[in-house]
């Protein structure tokens, strides 16, 4: 589907921004010695804390255009920011840091018709970071670097609203994918042990996506040390958003494990299984079980750049006599790692 059209900008101006500037008021004589000052007169909302945050939010209301919108305008420009991301900026969960979001800034100050630097004026230093999220948040990468093109990935982190990325530290990752004699993968079953960078984390988003010869979504079952929440299923791109709750929410420091299964929907001959990273994991294993009546002639390790389609390492693997291969990453860093194999 095409992406419409931003509204006619010149008529898109920020509510109760500090750029316009009327005539002065002419002030007011002191108060006599001894009389409170009268009250502020009431505007029917909450003051604004005058924030690069408040500043964005009030524009985009008053613009009336669709986060969507937005996003697929700022893409026409040149500059790719996810629906995920805007939400964040406008919210004051997370805010531009990176050369290209500055620059999404300043062409969203045009977009909402905004003075030059009416919201880049406003942003502050860098966000600090805690001690727990040092690790977590040093490299992050947003959700368009990761999934490049998936905007309907995008577009369901919006639905479910989120966390903010950085709230878990994943301290290890364990992948079994299992591969049925039919030459199928057919069960992922997966181990995390993550550690909250703040307090209050109750829950996370999983995605899995199906080979392209599959038919359906994956689907989750057996979560064990918490439970499934909301599910997203895009059938037509073999897409699964879920949404898992932890078994209690976490304090800063606080740590955890989850497990869960994904059953792989049907297709043709499986070719490999990979992850895709957003930040660094502290350990990543990834085991490939073949069913002795149909093991691979050829297995090998690749590594890939954050949305590259090129592989920037590879590595023969060997599989033993139970059948099988694994890849253990220490310290892995964000991009897409996986095993491939091949067929006699």
């Given at each position: 589907?095409?992406?419409?059209?931003?509204?006619?900008?010149?008529?898109?101006?920020?509510?109760?921004?500090?750029?316009?500037?009327?005539?002065?008021?002419?002030p007011a004589p002191?108060?006599?010695?001894?009389?409170?000052?009268?009250?502020?007169?009431?505007?029917?909302?909450?003051?604004?804390?005058?924030?690069?945050?408040?500043?964005?939010?009030?524009?985009?209301?008053a613009s009336g255009l669709s986060l969507d919108r937005i996003r697929a305008a700022l893409a026409q420009r040149g500059v790719r920011v996810s629906v995920t991301t805007l939400s964040y900026?406008?919210?004051?969960?997370?805010?531009p840091e990176r050369a290209s979001s500055l620059r999404a800034v300043h062409l969203l100050e045009e977009l909402l018709g905004l003075p030059h630097s009416a919201l880049s004026s406003l942003l502050g230093p860098p966000r600090p970071r805690g001690r727990w999220a040092a690790?977590?948040?040093?490299?992050?990468l947003g959700l368009e670097d990761v999934w490049p093109g998936e905007q309907e990935i995008a577009a369901i982190f919006a639905e479910l609203d989120a966390p903010?990325?950085?709230e878990l530290e994943r301290?290890?990752?364990?992948?079994?994918?299992?591969?049925?004699?039919?030459?199928?993968?057919?069960?992922?079953?997966?181990?995390?042990?993550v550690r909250a960078t703040v307090g209050g984390v109750g829950r996370c988003l999983v995605v899995h996506k199906a080979d392209e010869e599959a038919t359906g979504c994956p689907e989750i079952t057996s979560v064990r040390h918490g439970r499934l929440g909301r599910v997203r299923r895009r059938p037509e791109a073999g897409l699964t958003v879920g949404e898992l709750m932890l078994d209690r929410?976490?304090?800063l420091g606080d740590s955890t494990v989850f497990e869960y299964e994904v059953e792989i929907p049907p297709g043709g001959p499986t070719m490999e299984y990979s992850r895709r990273f957003a930040t660094t994991v502290r350990e990543y294993v990834l085991q490939v079980h073949f069913d002795p009546a149909a093991v691979p002639v050829h297995c090998e390790r690749y590594d890939r750049e954050p949305g590259a389609d090129v592989d920037h390492r590879r590595e023969q693997l060997w599989i033993g006599a139970s059948a099988s291969a694994h890849v253990l990453a220490?310290?892995?860093?964000?991009?897409?790692?996986?095993?491939r194999w091949e067929w006699a």
């Open positions: 589907m095409a992406a419409q059209q931003p509204q006619d900008a010149a008529r898109l101006r920020l509510v109760g921004s500090r750029t316009e500037r009327p005539d002065p008021p002419v002191p108060p006599a010695q001894g009389t409170p000052p009268a009250p502020a007169p009431s505007t029917g909302r909450p003051a604004s804390a005058g924030g690069f945050a408040d500043a964005l939010h009030l524009a985009i209301e900026w406008r919210r004051g969960r997370s805010q690790a977590a948040n040093t490299l992050h903010p990325a950085g301290l290890s990752i364990h992948d079994s994918y299992y591969v049925d004699a039919e030459r199928r993968g057919n069960l992922l079953r997966m181990r995390q042990v929410p976490l304090g220490p310290d892995q860093q964000p991009g897409h790692i996986g095993i």
